[in-house]
């Protein structure tokens, strides 16, 4: 049986309907909340259960290669065309079901959480549009029309970063974000021209089904192009060194944190190199260069996790971490196991952002309550997690959840991470990478560590909401969020509980699905595993200080309760000090406290010099040279005229002698 | 040329020219208006003599654009002199060097 999509322009349609409808409703019905709260979830849902037909119709039936779907021509320039084609395949219908998926459950939690928000239609509209074009980015089946969707989730990240834009460090984090972006689509840019020039089209099919013979194995192009990818992968999934921008964009609404930067934006990068998985395949320089990248930034971005104060900026530069994971599996080759993890930390980083949501929101509404202006201020940080602790006892919905997804993300069997990222520990000892494998165990360990931190001080121990000697205070203020809010972190609980079942490894055969997602995904992969065994890879399946897959599986699971368990019985005896009593951490703590000093180093050395020099460019050129020509120009006619109008003397006897000289002149001349 | 115009005709373009020349000089130098009117018309009829003694040569059409240049000049002698007199009456002097309105 052949797979035709169902109503594939509706999965597109539906998100941007929506955004439109709501967009409106930002200017014409602002305070009433109904519409938004239908039509936004409503488009989601309906473009998921779209997605969802599709996604059993192709599982139903026989799909090698891939579906596309021609909606109309774009671009039409000689032998250049480049139509707004839809590409359905194993990936895409994947990501698809994720996008919509999780995109649904977070507008669902997001009508609480932006209930009594001033630009609650504005926000749903940049929501609806953020799935819009991450749709457009899944679906493209060309670089150009994948560029616009890439383009189009970091205009709306930006929007949504700067969504409370009358304060002006989120607007600038915005634009923080929207600049980092820049420098790495600059390099998607330069690799579409380049792939342009090699191929003669831009459709994925095409260039990939010749990329073997027309590029060289190693060669110069191919390892330029697919270098230059990795920049803009950089750029939008925050890797070293474009990875500055991420944790500022916690500026957001929590929800946005969520669905953009965790669950599906900053997962582009990883899409993109799984898309172009056989020109990645075919430069073995830059394969290396996206593990080496991937790896250096799980180590480095967990390790400032561990010394952050921030709820929301130890989950972002977990995010990094998690992303790192994934840049490290496809940069080795285990292209299969990079998609898993971003699916499974999709699910388990959603539910951890808005857990983190519901725990800020409740802490936010409980310092509100009762007060002079109902805002809450005069209080501290609702984000610093010295101002949490005991929550356990006013929110055990969330905090049973949150656990769930900390064991989840931690690498604790048999929840989601553990298969995933187990995963991609034992495939980068197994495809012989030794340092990068001691590298990803060691980043388990920290990542078990900083997210058991974050419970203890989070739900655990006295509360100090209020101060030390609060609780009574508390008791009476803090409450559980509603039902529209913890319903859906109860389906991501799931999820990131039996998320990782989708692929049981061959090893451990505890369920029937063993590698279900590894078979799924092989039509997409199977070129690019086609192109490394033919240039001699043949991995031995053992990790580096041997031991099969199962041992290595028991031994990272084992690191990661040991790291859980061991951080909850060190950390919870200790008091934690209030934001307020909070001294400044010294020597390595302080480091990592201060984030390793990259974003002061770019500030010295690219954010200064630039302003110094643009301001230069101003003070020399633009008010010195340009300036000075246009006032030289008029100073000169004013002067000019000046000097005529000396001429201009009023008397007639000297007119009449430069009249009778002129006539003369004239006669001189004619005769 | 000389001997088509004759001596008369020759003596009545000196005459012309030299008429023409104090005209100009009236009118440069002098600062009465009235005397510069003068000089104007002298100016004038220095010219009707020219084309009067060139009539000679060329025929009669000389002659009558004469009187069509006295008809046009009297026409202008009655608008200029009636100026005159309207500034005189506002100003009570008639020295062209009071007059400086025509500066920028």
């Known amino acids: 049986m052949s797979f035709q999509p169902v109503l594939p322009w509706l999965i597109l349609a539906l998100p941007l309907l929506g955004a439109a409808v709501n967009g409106a409703g930002a200017f014409l019905w602002r305070d009433d ?44 320039s000689g032998d250049l065309r480049i139509g707004v084609d839809l590409q359905f395949d194993q990936l895409s219908m994947l990501m698809c079901m994720i996008v919509t998926g999780v995109g649904s459950l977070i507008h669902i939690y997001s009508v609480g959480y932006m209930r009594d928000d001033p630009g609650y239609s504005r926000y749903f509209s940049y929501l609806n549009l953020f799935v ?111 990875h500055t921008w991420l944790p500022d964009a916690m500026a957001g609404p929590t929800p946005v944190s969520a669905l953009i930067h965790a669950a599906t934006m900053v997962t582009a990068g990883v899409y993109l190199i799984a898309r172009t998985s056989v020109l990645f395949a075919l430069s073995p ?94 209080h501290g940080d609702p984000n610093d997690m010295r101002n949490y602790g005991g929550l356990r006892k006013f929110m055990p919905r969330t905090f049973v959840f949150m656990w769930v997804a900390t064991l989840a993300i931690a690498g604790v069997p048999p929840l989601a991470g553990f ?21 990803a165990l060691a980043t388990a360990l920290l990542t078990a560590v900083y997210m058991a931190r974050l419970m203890v001080m989070t739900f655990h121990g006295g509360n100090r909401t209020f101060g030390h000697e609060g609780a009574a205070e508390a008791g009476r203020k803090l409450h559980e969020v509603p039902a529209v809010m913890w319903a859906p972190l109860a389906v991501l609980a799931v999820l990131s509980v039996v998320g990782g079942w989708a692929n049981i490894p061959e090893a451990l055969p505890l369920l029937p699905t063993v590698e279900w997602l590894h078979h799924w995904l092989e039509p997409v992969f199977a070129p690019a595993i086609a192109v490394k065994e033919a240039h001699g890879f043949a991995p031995e399946y053992r990790s580096p200080v041997g031991g099969g897959e199962a041992l290595w599986a ?68 633009d008010a010195g040279i340009i300036d000075g020509a246009v006032n030289g120009a008029g100073r000169a006619a004013r002067l000019l005229g000046w000097a005529g109008g000396q001429l201009q003397t009023g008397r007639v006897t000297t007119y009449l002698v430069a009249f009778m000289l002129g006539a003369l002149l004239v006669l001189g001349v004619l005769s | 040329m000389a001997a088509a115009l004759g001596l008369n005709g020759l003596i009545a373009l000196f005459v012309s020219a030299i008429l023409f020349s104090i005209g100009v000089i009236g009118v440069l130098l002098r600062r ?33 654009f004469v009187f069509f240049v006295m008809a046009v000049a009297a026409a202008e002698a009655a608008v200029g002199l009636a100026i005159i007199i309207a500034i005189f009456r506002h100003y009570e002097v008639v020295d062209l060097d009071r007059f400086r309105l025509l500066k920028w």
């Open chain 1, 285 to 378: 320089v830059s394969q290396g260069v996206v593990a080496a990248v991937g790896a250096g930034t799980a180590l480095f971005a967990a390790s400032i996790a561990i010394r952050q104060y921030d709820i929301k900026k130890v989950l972002a530069y977990s995010t990094i971490s998690q992303l790192g994971y994934m840049f490290l599996a496809v940069g080795i080759g285990a292209f299969t196991a990079g998609v898993f993890h971003l699916m499974t930390h999709a699910f388990f980083k959603a539910l951890l952002f808005l857990g983190a949501g519901a725990v800020i929101h409740a802490v936010h509404h409980a310092w509100a309550h009762g007060d002079e202006h109902g805002d809450g201020d005069g």
């Open chain 1, 33 to 76: 909340k109904r519409i938004p709260t239908i039509v936004g979830p409503a488009a989601l849902l309906g473009s998921f259960a779209v997605v969802l037909v599709n996604f059993i119709a192709m599982s139903g039936a026989d799909l090698h290669g891939a579906e596309v779907v021609s909606l109309w021509n774009w671009i039409v």
């Open chain 1, 554 to 621: 028991v031994i990272s699971a084992a690191i990661a309760i040991a790291a859980v368990v061991g951080t909850v019985r060190v950390l919870s005896p200790k008091p934690v000090p209030t934001e307020a009593e909070a001294v400044a951490p010294t020597g390595f703590a302080r480091v990592l406290h201060d984030k390793w000093y990259v974003d002061e180093l770019y500030d010295r050395a690219i954010v200064r010099p630039s302003l110094a020099l643009w301001r230069a460019c101003w003070r020399i050129v």
């Open chain 1, 132 to 242: 819009f074009f991450m749709l457009v980015l899944v679906l493209g089946a060309s670089f150009p029309l994948m560029f616009v969707g890439w383009e189009g989730v970091g205009l709306c990240s930006y929007l949504l970063i700067g969504f409370w834009y009358e304060n002006r460090d989120y607007a600038n984090a915005g634009k923080k974000a929207f600049i980092m972006n820049r420098i790495g689509d600059a390099g998607f840019l330069v690799a579409m021209f380049l792939v342009f020039v090699a191929f003669g089209t831009l459709d994925f099919i095409p260039v990939l089904a010749a990329a073997d013979g027309t590029l060289a194995y190693g060669g110069a192009l191919v390892t330029g192009i697919t270098l230059l990818l990795f920049l803009g992968c950089t750029g939008k999934s925050a890797q070293i060194p474009l």
């Open chain 1, 419 to 439: 298969f995933s990222k187990d995963e991609i520990i034992w495939y980068s000892g197994a495809y012989g990478y030794p340092i990068l494998w001691g590298v």
């Open chain 2, 32 to 64: 009465n208006a009235i005397i510069v009117f003068m000089c104007i018309e002298l100016m004038l009829n220095a010219a009707n003599l020219s084309l009067v003694a060139f009539a000679r040569m060329h025929g009669i059409e000389g002659q009558i």
